[in-house]
């Protein structure tokens, strides 16, 4: 005998576990900060009491802001974010220390950590549900071309080891192009679940593999585009690889057709090849990463593979288990607080540290993945995908270079880096994350605004219509059905089990234009 789905296992909140795994995360970042102190000056620094209090409120906030507002979110994000940023700070305070002047690095670090805290919380106040970011689709395409341009503009962008990609407000400085590719992300899932069918179209057969209509590629060309004019004009090879990743694979997962992948990878290869040839700064770092160790390039300046070479004898010196927080010497790689702060940490903590630290990056991805594959409104899908691919593409291009495996970029690694604008994108990555977690797993009767309720059948086997909440009127089950906007998640009608009782029907799942499993019976998540 089947069970009604109102007696079925309900999803559990997992917010106390969330709190034992935050409270952990503290007290290692905390550690880690005390042992640079003893490490480098032989005592534990005299501000490490008013440190762990600032981190743990940010943490504790966070986490009860979550609880009360998304308490079926993914109880492992939050947890993770504060571990990597935690440990960040105490690795710029360990730069700092072996600097003549002490620069305060970590506190500022600190400071934006609380901004990027803040916002995260603000967008799960402001985002109560994730399809609600589908109607702004264009307009986030036509922001993140905005943000992008704003350093070519003069007298506001600013030049920086070679690339344009700050703006500057007086003392501060801002990289546009890091809240660019969450709004990007948000343009690509909107557009390509809009025009899909066009993009699997059937086309020309090589090579086994079903290639699309010619005629298909206008959006793939457009991304190329962009990406080679953001190396050209700013001339960031991060960015531009990062923002044309990130399309291909949301391409890919919307498609499902391995030919897109195909075809991104050999755009990319071919403006790859070609940049290398027309623009000396491109030219440069590839030169940097094949010949690294021969004694021209390194002593080449500006330009050489001096920083890299530097890196890599780091972490050889840290070797399997590291030299220790505070023993090591980071400070003598060239921005080691920032583009190579995974270096630094391969010097004290060696190698079994720094797979913990890409394990913590891999469950933040696959804690996404996880939570697009609950989700059955297509839009979802893809922007919990792209997001977590951003995260964990940005990774690989950083861990990349510095290892050598492909050619600097100028990419931060996300949370452990110095970099204000970095920090506070990946905390609203985090944020939006945490959003489509609970809306995808949040139990259907908890959803509030526009659910259906049934009046009460006076007599056995009479039938009542039921009436919409807040309308005022009664609407019979066909009349509901049809009521639904399914582009409007706040307006998305639901007819409880009690209406599928009295009307013989089976209870309605969440309607959602995108529905791409329609004989999955779990609710679809959103909080209205």
Same mark, same amino acid.
Request: glycine fraction near 12%; charge should be neutral.
């Given at each position: 005998m089947n069970q009604a789905p109102s007696q079925t296992a309900r999803p559990r909140p997992y917010r106390l576990a969330e709190l034992g795994l935050l409270i952990l995360a503290i007290a290692v970042a905390t550690s880690a900060y005390a042992l640079v102190g003893l490490g480098v000056e032989?005592?534990?620094?005299?501000?490490?009491?008013?440190?762990?209090?600032?981190?743990?409120? +940010?943490?504790?906030?966070? @986490?009860?802001?979550?609880?009360?507002?998304?308490?079926?979110?993914?109880?492992?994000?939050?947890?993770?974010?504060?571990?990597l940023n935690g440990l960040g700070l105490a690795m710029i305070y360990r730069v700092d220390l072996g600097r003549k002047e002490y620069l305060g690095s970590a506190m500022t670090q600190l400071v934006w950590m609380t901004l990027g805290v803040g916002l995260a919380i603000a967008v799960i106040f402001v985002v109560r549900d994730h399809?609600?970011?589908?109607?702004?689709?264009?307009?986030?395409?036509?922001?993140?071309?905005?943000?992008?341009?704003?350093?070519?503009?003069?007298?506001?962008?600013?030049?920086?080891?070679?690339?344009?990609?700050?703006?500057?407000?007086?003392?501060?400085?801002?990289?546009p192009g890091e809240i660019a590719k969450i709004l990007l992300a948000i343009f690509f899932a909107g557009y390509l679940v809009s025009y899909k069918d066009q993009l699997v179209a059937a086309g020309p057969k090589?090579?086994?593999?079903?290639?699309?209509?010619?005629?298909?590629?206008?959006?793939?060309?457009?991304?190329?585009?962009?990406?080679?004019?953001?190396?050209?004009?700013?001339?960031?090879?991060?960015?531009? +690889?990062?923002?044309?990743?990130?399309?291909?694979?949301?391409?890919?997962?919307?498609?499902?057709?391995?030919?897109?992948?195909?075809?991104?990878?050999?755009?990319?290869?071919?403006?790859?090849?070609?940049?290398?040839?027309?623009?000396? @700064?491109?030219?440069?770092?590839?030169?940097?990463?094949l010949n690294a160790l021969s004694p021209e390039e390194y002593n080449k300046t500006p330009g050489g593979s001096y920083q890299l070479v530097q890196g890599l004898f780091g972490m050889s010196n840290g070797g399997l288990i590291g030299t220790g927080f505070g023993e090591g010497r980071p400070n003598m790689v060239p921005y080691a607080e920032s583009d190579f702060i995974?270096?630094?940490?391969?010097?004290?903590?060696?190698?079994?540290? +720094?797979?913990?630290?890409?394990?913590?990056?891999?469950?933040?991805?696959?804690?996404?993945?996880?939570?697009?594959?609950?989700?059955?409104?297509?839009?979802?899908?893809?922007?919990?995908?792209?997001?977590?691919?951003?995260?964990?593409?940005?990774?690989?291009?950083?861990?990349?270079?510095?290892?050598?495996?492909?050619?600097?970029?100028?990419?931060?690694?996300p949370f452990l880096a110095q970099g204000g604008s970095s920090l506070i994108a990946n905390w609203m990555i985090i944020a939006l994350l945490l959003r489509i977690s609970d809306n995808a797993r949040r139990p259907v009767e908890e959803f509030h605004t526009g659910v259906?309720?049934?009046?009460?059948?006076?007599?056995?086997?009479?039938?009542?219509?039921?009436?919409?909440?807040?309308?005022?009127?009664?609407?019979?089950?066909?009349?509901?059905?049809?009521?639904?906007?399914?582009?409007?998640?706040?307006?998305?009608l639901r007819r409880t089990d009690d209406e599928a009782a009295t009307t013989n029907l089976p209870p309605a799942r969440g309607q959602d234009s995108d529905n791409t499993n329609p004989t999955d019976s779990r609710p679809s998540g959103g909080e209205r």
């Amino acid at each position: 005998m089947n069970q009604a789905p109102s007696q079925t296992a309900r999803p559990r909140p997992y917010r106390l576990a969330e709190l034992g795994l935050l409270i952990l995360a503290i007290a290692v970042a905390t550690s880690a900060y005390a042992l640079v102190g003893l490490g480098v000056e032989g005592t534990i620094p005299a501000n490490v009491y008013g440190y762990a209090g600032w981190l743990a409120a +940010l943490g504790l906030i966070l @986490h009860v802001v979550v609880w009360i507002k998304a308490k079926y979110a993914d109880p492992v994000l939050v947890p993770i974010a504060v571990l990597l940023n935690g440990l960040g700070l105490a690795m710029i305070y360990r730069v700092d220390l072996g600097r003549k002047e002490y620069l305060g690095s970590a506190m500022t670090q600190l400071v934006w950590m609380t901004l990027g805290v803040g916002l995260a919380i603000a967008v799960i106040f402001v985002v109560r549900d994730h399809r609600w970011l589908r109607r702004y689709t264009f307009v986030s395409g036509f922001a993140a071309l905005v943000f992008l341009l704003l350093p070519l503009v003069p007298g506001l962008g600013k030049t920086i080891n070679g690339a344009r990609i700050w703006i500057g407000v007086g003392p501060l400085s801002f990289q546009p192009g890091e809240i660019a590719k969450i709004l990007l992300a948000i343009f690509f899932a909107g557009y390509l679940v809009s025009y899909k069918d066009q993009l699997v179209a059937a086309g020309p057969k090589i090579l086994g593999i079903r290639f699309p209509r010619l005629r298909d590629f206008g959006p793939i060309v457009i991304a190329w585009v962009a990406s080679v004019g953001i190396l050209v004009f700013e001339k960031d090879l991060g960015t531009s +690889l990062l923002f044309f990743g990130l399309f291909v694979a949301m391409l890919y997962v919307a498609t499902a057709k391995v030919s897109w992948i195909i075809l991104g990878l050999g755009f990319f290869s071919a403006g790859a090849v070609a940049a290398t040839f027309l623009f000396s @700064h491109v030219g440069q770092r590839v030169s940097g990463w094949l010949n690294a160790l021969s004694p021209e390039e390194y002593n080449k300046t500006p330009g050489g593979s001096y920083q890299l070479v530097q890196g890599l004898f780091g972490m050889s010196n840290g070797g399997l288990i590291g030299t220790g927080f505070g023993e090591g010497r980071p400070n003598m790689v060239p921005y080691a607080e920032s583009d190579f702060i995974y270096a630094s940490f391969g010097e004290e903590i060696g190698l079994a540290g +720094l797979f913990v630290l890409l394990l913590c990056y891999l469950f933040i991805f696959q804690r996404g993945i996880r939570t697009a594959q609950q989700l059955r409104d297509g839009f979802g899908i893809l922007l919990a995908t792209g997001l977590s691919f951003t995260i964990a593409l940005q990774v690989f291009v950083v861990v990349g270079g510095v290892t050598r495996l492909i050619p600097l970029t100028g990419l931060t690694t996300p949370f452990l880096a110095q970099g204000g604008s970095s920090l506070i994108a990946n905390w609203m990555i985090i944020a939006l994350l945490l959003r489509i977690s609970d809306n995808a797993r949040r139990p259907v009767e908890e959803f509030h605004t526009g659910v259906l309720k049934v009046t009460e059948d006076p007599e056995p086997g009479k039938n009542t219509a039921p009436a919409a909440v807040g309308t005022g009127a009664a609407v019979g089950p066909a009349a509901s059905a049809n009521a639904v906007d399914e582009d409007d998640p706040t307006t998305n009608l639901r007819r409880t089990d009690d209406e599928a009782a009295t009307t013989n029907l089976p209870p309605a799942r969440g309607q959602d234009s995108d529905n791409t499993n329609p004989t999955d019976s779990r609710p679809s998540g959103g909080e209205r």
